[in-house]
C-alpha cells in the first residue's frame, strides 16, 4: 500500500525550530543514523570526520545566496526575482499579484519595471528600464518559519563558506555548517543547483506521487564527475546534492555513478519511499519541515519508520530544527 502525505506528520514545538544562528558554525548538534543497524547516534558536527572512510568523496553544493527579495518604492509591493534572464528581465513572485496584469508598471529604487508576461502559475515576467543593484536594494528571503526580516548577520550566516555562483533564493543549510578549516581534512568537490522557493512549497496532494515537483537549475563539471565516478564513498552535503546526482544517475552508463563529462540542466526529481539510490552513499542533511519533499526524501534514503523514530528523539532531545538548525547524518 502507497504511503500518504499524513505518514511524514510530526509534532516540532514551535521553540525548536532555529530563528537564529549558532556563533560558530561548527558548534551545532549531529544526530547519526546507521541504516544497517537502525543504530541513532547523538554526536557533535565537529565529529563528522570521524565517520569517513579511505576513499570518501564529500560533493557540496556551491550555489550563492542572492537578496533577491525587494519592496516596491511606494511600499505596496513585494517582489521575489525568481530568476534573471539578463540584467533587466526577470521572472518574478509578485505581491500582491492582483493588479500585476500585463502592461502594469512597478518601481523599485530608480527602476521601473512592465510586466510583459503572465505565466500560469501566476509568476511575471518583468522588464526592467535600468538594472537594480540587488545588494543594495534586496533583502535575503528567510524561510517563513523564522518569523523575522533579515539582518546584517544573515548576509553572511545565510551563506555558505563556499558559496560561489550567484542564483539561489534558499541556502542549501546541510552546508552552513562546514568551516574552511574542516573542509581542508575532507576530499571534496563541488556541483551547483540553485535552490529556489519550491523548496518550500507543502505537498498538498493526499499521496506524494501525486504532488508536482518545482524545478531547479544545475551545473556538474566534468572534473566534479570524474571525481565522484572514482570515489569509494559518494557523500552528498544536502538534499539539493542527492537530487542533482540521483537526477544524473538515471542515464548513468556501467560502471558510472554520473556519466562522465559536463552537464548544465535543470531537474524535477522527486524521491520519496520506496526508492533504490544509485550515485550516494551517505547523507548530511538538516531537519526538515512535517510532510515536506525534503522530508520524503530522506525517508527514501533510511526508511520512513526509522527516519520518523529519529525525529521523535531529536524533539525529545531538544535539537536545533530547520535552516539554522542542527543536522543528520545517514549512513
Known amino acids: 500500500m502507497s504511503l500518504r502525505t ?6 516540532l514545538p514551535e521553540e525548536r525550530i532555529a530563528s537564529r544562528p ?10 547519526v543514523i546507521h541504516r544497517a543497524t537502525g543504530l541513532i547516534e547523538h554526536r557533535m558536527f565537529r565529529d563528522f570526520p570521524e565517520y569517513g572512510k579511505p576513499n570518501d568523496l564529500i560533493v557540496l553544493n556551491d550555489t550563492k545566496v542572492i537578496p533577491a527579495r525587494l519592496f516596491s ?17 526577470w521572472r518574478c513572485l509578485v505581491k500582491p499579484g492582483k493588479k500585476m496584469r500585463v ?15 503572465v505565466y500560469d502559475n501566476g509568476d511575471r515576467l ?8 540587488i545588494y543594495e536594494h534586496g533583502h535575503l528571503a528567510l524561510p517563513h518559519y523564522m518569523n523575522r526580516e533579515d539582518e546584517a548577520e544573515d548576509r553572511d550566516r545565510y551563506q555558505t563558506v563556499y558559496a560561489k555562483n550567484e ?57 566534479t564527475a570524474e571525481a565522484i565516478n572514482a570515489a569509494g564513498r559518494t557523500i552528498a552535503i544536502g538534499t539539493t546534492v542527492t537530487r542533482v546526482l540521483e537526477h544524473l544517475a538515471k542515464s548513468a552508463g556501467t560502471g558510472e555513478r554520473i556519466p562522465a563529462g559536463d552537464h548544465n540542466g535543470s531537474t524535477d526529481i522527486f524521491l520519496y519511499p520506496p526508492y533504490q539510490f544509485r550515485a550516494v552513499d551517505a547523507l548530511l542533511t538538516n531537519f526538515h519541515l512535517p510532510q515536506s519533499t525534503l522530508l520524503m526524501l530522506v525517508s527514501a534514503m533510511a526508511s520512513r519508520e526509522l527516519i520518523m523514530e529519529a525525529y521523535r528523539q531529536a524533539v525529545e532531545q531538544e535539537y536545533r530544527f530547520y535552516s539554522y538548525g542542527d543536522c543528520m547524518l545517514i549512513l
Open 22 to 31: 549558532l556563533a560558530d558554525r561548527a558548534a551545532s548538534r549531529m544526530m
Open 73 to 89: 518604492k511606494d511600499g505596496k509591493s513585494e517582489i521575489l526575482c525568481l530568476d534573471r534572464s539578463s540584467p533587466t528581465l
Open 6 to 11: 499524513t505518514d511524514f506528520d510530526y509534532h
Open 167 to 223: 542564483g539561489a533564493i534558499a541556502a542549501p543549510t546541510a552546508g552552513l555548517h562546514f568551516t574552511p578549516e574542516m573542509l581542508e581534512r575532507l576530499p571534496h568537490v563541488f556541483l551547483t543547483l540553485h535552490v529556489g522557493v519550491g523548496t518550500f512549497r507543502p505537498v498538498k496532494a493526499e499521496r506524494p506521487e501525486e504532488h508536482e515537483m518545482h524545478s531547479e537549475n544545475y551545473r556538474v563539471s566534468s572534473e
Open 103 to 117: 502592461g502594469a508598471t512597478i518601481q523599485v529604487a530608480d527602476a521601473i519595471g512592465s510586466v510583459v508576461e
Open 126 to 133: 518583468i522588464e526592467w528600464d535600468r538594472e537594480i543593484d
